[in-house]
């Protein structure tokens, strides 16, 4: 039977929110380390500690283990099987030979059958394999989602306190201000409700860092604990990097749709495996051997012989009940991988567009951010001319703070949303780390 034709599900040479389309190999995605970009080391050996150490990669690789060896045991089933003998017998097959030691080889072949049964395990074996490279790009994912989480919410904590004590300052500004007998329109039960606000924050903030890192030290295969770095969130600029102009049919690099195509190869051949019972098998033994040769329990000295070579055939009706079966299921099979090839294409293209709008979020908040910066300076410029007061400083600088809480927030919905378009396009899944087969060095960034 040959290999199934899947349906043309029409996918468009590139997508709606991306770019126009650039020639670039492809191929080479999956191979292409693009978090080192950011020229983190930490986060270089994070994932490569992760690649080396979690569990789920190593279980999936245990599976793949597993469904290599069915491989090899069906192709193994060419070989025939082998009994050696020693003993007494009458059996007048071997006409009376007493007593008697040999060997009997014995094989019973269904061309058909082994040949797709072969075809089946080899399918099983790449859609394993398959999902052993998923769970790679799942985990670098998690890998680098978690720690720009972490140092962007550690970036966040910094702003919120800094935001708290120019909160501090300007009530005690007020309180002293008013204990002079000098009026002020500004509420200060107003403002002290807010600086609890940010108090809660500040808990929530503390409670997510925690989490980061315990997620990063699970990833890695490590007891709950921290994770050490210098880094700063300022460090990294995401829009260095823009895989915008990438065509369609990078999409055939995903690990789910090459999953779904073998699964669905797979179904096809185990119709066929269904169909092969229908033929016959060939039986071939032969003894080679020697024995008494008159029924007696003396040494065996007289070569003794038998062979076999017949063909062995049976109808099993329930074959046919079999046959419609494997049918449904490779039909189901089908239609699971146009829905997985039209739900990558969707998703994918929405991971580009999130990207895209995410970005100019960020940089027009960015940009009104150090329009705001340097009116802050001409203000502080102004209160040291005596112009203007210094709870007008205060005012303008505590909104100056709450801006650059939504910058630093808009900036970690960026690397998200990067790290979303990377997953969606499967890019880096099999690269590898000259020390990928030894025990990674990462330990030196870690705090046990």
């Known amino acids: 039977m040959r290999e199934a034709n899947l349906p043309n599900v029409g996918a468009p040479t590139s997508f709606p ?40 990669l190593q279980a999936a690789v245990q599976n793949l283990n597993q469904a290599r060896g069915q491989l090899r045991q069906v192709e193994l089933g060419w070989i025939p099987n082998i009994d050696g003998y020693m003993g007494y017998s009458t059996n007048p097959a071997l006409g009376d030979i007493g007593s008697f030691y040999g060997a009997w080889p014995t094989y019973t072949l269904n061309i058909a059958n082994n040949i797709q049964n072969q075809r089946y395990a080899g399918y099983q074996k790449n859609e394993v394999e398959a999902m052993v490279q998923g769970v790679r790009l799942t985990l670098i994912g998690q890998v680098c989602a978690s720690y720009f989480t972490l140092i962007a919410q550690e970036k966040q904590l910094y702003l919120l306190r ?87 049919n990078v999409l055939a690099n995903r690990p789910d749709i090459i999953m779904a195509y073998q699964a669905t190869q797979r179904a096809h051949a185990a119709v066929g495996v269904s169909y092969s019972t229908l033929f016959p098998s060939i039986q071939l033994d032969k003894f080679f051997g020697a024995g008494v040769g008159n029924g007696s329990t003396a040494l065996p000295t007289q070569y003794a012989t038998m062979v076999d070579s017949y063909l062995l055939w049976g109808l099993n009706p329930s074959v046919f009940g079999q046959i419609e079966a494997q049918k449904g299921t490779y039909y189901s099979q089908i239609y699971q991988y146009i829905q997985t090839v039209r739900k990558a294409l969707r998703d994918t293209d929405n991971s580009l567009s999130a990207n895209i709008k995410i970005s100019e979020q960020y940089k027009s908040l960015d940009e009104s951010l ?73 330990q030196k960034y870690l705090t046990h």
């Open 370 to 442: 150090k329009i705001f910066t340097k009116k802050i300076d001409l203000q502080k410029g102004l209160y040291k001319s005596g112009l203007i007061s210094r709870l007008n400083v205060l005012e303008y600088t505590i909104d100056l703070d709450t801006l650059e809480i939504v910058v630093n927030q808009a900036k970690l919905e960026q690397a998200m949303s990067l790290v979303n378009v990377y997953q969606e396009l499967a890019g880096g899944y099999k690269f590898t780390y000259a020390s990928e087969s030894q025990q990674t060095q990462s």
């Open 162 to 248: 800094k935001l708290d004590q120019d909160i501090t300052d300007m009530v005690n500004l007020i309180t002293q201000q008013q204990k002079i007998g000098l009026d002020s329109n500004i509420n200060v039960a107003s403002i002290q409700s807010k600086q609890k606000q940010i108090h809660a924050q500040i808990a929530s903030v503390e409670h997510n860092i925690r989490i980061s890192n315990n997620a990063l030290r699970y990833l890695i295969d490590e007891n709950p604990g921290d994770i050490e770095h210098n880094n700063s969130f300022d460090y990294f600029n995401f829009n260095q990097i823009k895989p915008m102009d990438l065509p369609a």
């Open 17 to 56: 929110s991306a770019n126009t389309p650039t020639f670039v190999n492809v191929e080479s995605l999956p191979y292409v380390a693009w978090w080192e970009q950011f020229k983190d080391p930490v986060l270089n050996q994070l994932i490569e500690s992760a690649i080396n150490n979690n569990l789920d």
